[in-house]
């Protein structure tokens, strides 16, 4: 009977500190905030030298379309940026094309993350890689045609 009494106290002992330990508030470690990475807005331009013109009336600013092969570049087409390593880290679409030389479809995104690399696509037609300096200069132009 000693024995069970001494093993029951044991049993009880145990309990209660495996309990304490579980139940012990910890010391809290701090949060890193995360480090933000700084962004800007990306300005650019789709410019279409081309017969696939569908209409332009000639005039500088004037309003323009495309067709056949070309007549995904129009307003509202996707603009999609990914970083150095190919994700997607913001989204945009072209404004309506005007007319200076050809059909040009400007775009800006804004909040852009910066990175080493941005790479732009317009529609489905390829990423096109841009450094941060040109990108944030706003030099990110295309032309096809």
């Given at each position: 009977m000693r024995r069970s009494w001494i093993a029951a106290?044991?049993?009880?002992?145990?309990i209660a500190g495996v309990a304490t330990?579980?139940?012990w508030p910890t010391q809290a470690q701090?949060?890193?905030?995360?480090?933000?990475v700084p962004t800007f807005d990306l300005n650019g331009s789709v410019i279409l030298h081309s017969t696939q013109i569908d209409y332009w009336s000639g005039t500088a600013g004037e309003p323009c379309t495309t067709k056949g092969g070309y007549?995904?570049?129009?307003?509202?087409?996707?603009?999609?940026?990914?970083?150095?390593?190919?994700?997607?880290?913001a989204t945009g679409s072209l404004d309506a094309g005007k007319w200076f030389?050809?059909?040009?479809?400007t775009f800006t995104i804004p909040n852009v993350p910066e990175s080493p690399v941005v790479q732009v696509e317009v529609s489905h037609r390829g990423k096109v890689p841009f450094s941060l300096e040109g990108a944030k200069s706003g030099k990110v132009d295309l032309t096809l045609g």
């Open positions: 106290g044991v049993g009880a002992f145990v330990w579980l139940l701090p949060v890193q905030p995360a480090r933000e007549r995904d570049l129009a307003q509202g087409a996707p603009v999609t940026v990914y970083n150095g390593a190919g994700t997607a880290v030389s050809g059909c040009m479809f």
